[in-house]
């Protein structure tokens, strides 16, 4: 009598055990469940959630920067120069942005008009769905067709952001700014502004948008 009763009393813990547990199990293997479903969604997500939403798209668009060129006499002129500039990202790392500039010295006579190019390459440094923060490398030859003021090509290198407008995805506007250059004025018997400088003198600033096609 006393080892059937202390048997039943051992079935029935486990019995109600079993019931309490139940629901915990069940929990715990319906949260596994998920997660195994939800782990390849994720990395996956994290594989390119990342990648810059305008990669494979052809922008074109406009910049402005500012020129400090200098005269026959040593002084200095500052010149705005407005370009037409295009830029493509070939994947989230790489990129490659060119254009044409034109400026006129801001001071009299006006009579010098400053043609310059402009071929960069840009390394993506961190990269997010809406912008991108980039390193470059600029080289912007600039021809100038008056008396008085040399021409000039300049090699700079820093860092800049591009960032899509909220409304407006496809538009992005960007700025950089390039602490080191090497510049070289043109022809060589005119004045010359060679040297590393991190203060530039020759577009170390440069402010624009594209609209992504």
Known sequence: METSARTKFIAAILLGSSLLLAPLDRALADQAAADSLDTPVSSSQSSSGNTYNN???????????????????????????????ARYWFNDRFGLDGGIGFGLPQVSPRSSFLATLNVEPMLALITRPHSLFYANLDLIPALNTGAGLPSAVTLSAGVGIETEIADISRLAWFAQWNPLSLNWNLPNDGPTETGFTFLGSLMNVMVGFHYYF
């Open 55 to 85: 990669v494979h798209h052809f922008g074109l668009g406009l910049a402005w920067a500012p020129m400090d060129m200098v005269q026959a006499n040593g002084s200095d002129v500052f010149t705005n120069v407005g370009f037409v500039d």
